[in-house]
């Protein structure tokens, strides 16, 4: 059944997982639903120790089963320790069928391949899967499915009910006997926790994991006692210097700069750019290089960022210590000038994935951003946006908050160089579809800007200012075609190995097994 | 049928309500229990809307109906305008058998008295109903039942979905117009909204009435944007001067004065008197000249307080100030020194209600507290107390968060002057039991201490100390009947207007209509 961005969804997996296709980015706004709800054991006693000795002993307590749901969260990026640690007790004790929910997961993961063979875990649900197990997933080794959720339509799966998560592993630099959480305050700091948050609303059962028991009450706490069954000190949570990944350096790749040239004359050329407007960037060179020469134009015109939105880094909390960002919302710090800044800062907000992002909420922070600034490892002539399946057909990114950001921000902009390498980033149609055309306003690349022509508005306001080499988005295309020719298909072989949804729960786009490349016989 | 605090719970009452008889503290510790859950409209539309112009309309588009369930936080106190507001809207649009709940009504709901007679209002569920609404509660002008719930058993109430809650109203010193609550920034400041927590949480609908819209966003936010339907701008929710009603003074009462004196000593005295002891303490005089006489007891031991709970009062937050106390979490602001602190002091945090005193999440505030100090119109020689019931039989006073601390506080002290003017406060059983004895430690009075048989350790400490004058419960009570005479039992009709539900939502007692007294004719 074609979707609504014009991709063929098999029945087969609509069958098997009882979604609809994409139909929209508005199809579930304003159609109301029952919220799921966890399962409680109450405490009531004074006397009640949450304290265990070890993952295992948790495990046990928590009813681990085959086929039950486990959770984790990414703030620990490469860094961490918590997944592995878990899991391998976990199959250790003989556990089946698991489904691993995790907000992502990456290279520190690598270790969990042999249990995907050996069908300890049998479905997986995540951002996306870069490194070893996105090998393995592309490569049919998964027994059931890999479904991508943004971050947002990882707070609504669990909301509603679709995934439902029987433990919640929760790792915090910091927390008390009694499972207050903070993602400050320990030795392996990670600013915030905001991605676990749902789990510790929804799980049956929530496990605090941390290497500093602190004391009691741990406040101002991020997950609090009310939330946590069972705390558990062990050695390590993460590694600290692999936690902090995004740190920003200026860039000196011509082409980055070219492009955070083109993207700054966007924002300022724009209506939405005036005092109080609200603004998210990614973590790119570029687009931090842009946040960077924007402060410039902020400076010199005296408009005040009314709110900043991330994913965290350094130069927006340099926005905000200079009194340029009035307040930041933050559910993730990619350097560690963001984590301590948390601390630091009052007008620096910890927030929930669910406020950040969440489709089935009453409203999350992206419906009111002005602008965000994304990248992208593919964008077609449709300005459809690929984020997650690698051009060779292998699953390597991650939605993020990709999607999320960008069907919310009045201003949503893409940036991509036009080759990345001898692939082409702007083609004719994307590998995957992961986030709909419908969400994108303006592609910026290093060989110019193209607006998307649902918003002549936009278009307009830029040709008047004479800022930026504007193309349409074929010409783009053109020129990539042109330099490097076009790019044949990836040879994908039937089997579905994954599917990406849409935030709201319908499916974007499916992903199928790799296979040999072959060539044609015509 | 009798429960665990001997009081007959008549059959009709448990069918009609489908309770359980009161079964003791801990019967439903470790239960687990599937956590209720509302209905949610998601809004994901960037140019989504929230605002309304005035109730009326907030009404409509929250699908107002008879038989629907209201709800309030009850922050404003006797300044409260938010109640009356929205049920006279709620009357004129002639809707009937509306269940009102609300986390506490007093004096500034007398107006709704009419909408009780007229069958706008059917059932009430209320922490407490003085003044007028009590009154016509005990004179069986409500058609359906009042329900009297702990702070605590509110929340558990509406998590365990026994009170579905349709439309939520929640009076906001300060929103935005995407939602974001705060109870400070406005010109009706009342400090924190934690009653209110549930409310957002778990109605299908959330309004929130402001009377001072400001700049989005409203962070730090209390109830945020993702939980919030509608926003309306009224001219005003409160009135400020009847809001911060606890204002302390220290009190000149030579009994009270008495009563701090010996409650101390107790406290200083008992185990738990060490480095890092919470504490709670009501608003009552003697309450208060307690926590100002312990202050210089820590000053000279050197020993700190590392959490205080409330319910806060000016003395409470000077402790933070000036470093006596570490932490303080709050649930209610009773002046506006406390108000203010919330602002002012970083380590003074707004809480939930069910961070406070829920007895089915896992583990409250209150199951941590070492001491809390309480009043209460009467206690029993069982230990039990009546805080609701007045001993003319009209209900005048609200449970709070009174059983919820004297079960969770390992010592628990109640202070009642032993007569309060003719009326004994220490009798052989109360008018009606609001929390049972199993959860008082020791009464302190003004003719000396009374210590539960329960707790031989704390009797062994306060007679090794020989700080207090200590007499058995039956001692105090001899002498307040040898001073003023054994009362008449209050005699009440037989018809049922009330239950008083214990924490766990069992019944701990029934309220009865009064009747005119008539003489005995033996």
Redesign the interface.
Known sequence: MLNAVGREIPEEILERTGKEVFQG??Y???????????????????D?D?MVKDIHEALVKCNAHDGMTVSFHHHFREGDLVVCMVMEEIHKMGFKNITLSASSLGKAHDALVPMIEDGTIVNIESSGVRGKIGDAISHGKLKGLATMRSHGGRVRAI?TGETHVDIAFIGAPSCDE??NCSGMGGKTNCGVLSYAYVDAEMADY?VAVTDCLV???N??AEI??????YVCVVDQIGIPEKIATGAAKPTTDQRKILMAEYCTQVVANTPYFKD?FSYQTGVGGASIASTISLSKIMEEKNIHM??GVGGLTKPMCELLDRGLAR?L?DTQDFDLDAVNNVRTN??H?P?SA??YA????????V???DYVILASLEVDTHFNCNVVVGSDGIITGAQGGHPDTA????CTIVIAPLLQGRIPAICTDVTTVTTPGESVDIVVTDYGVAVNPRRPDLLEALKAADCVPLKTIEELRDIAYSIVGEPEKVQFGDRIVGIIEA??GTVMDVVREVKPFSFRED
Chains 1, 2 share one sequence.
């Open positions: 980015n508005n579930k706004d304003g159609k109301a639903f029952q919220k799921a709800s966890p399962k409680v054991t109450p405490v009531m006693r004074n009640h949450k909301e009694y499972g929530v004391d009691y009450p406040y101002p609090n006692q009310t939330k946590v069954d109080g009314g709110l307040k919302v009052p007008n907000f927030i669910g406020e969440s489709p089935m909420n009453k409203g999350a922070f419906n009111k951003l069907q919310g921000a009045k935030r709201d």
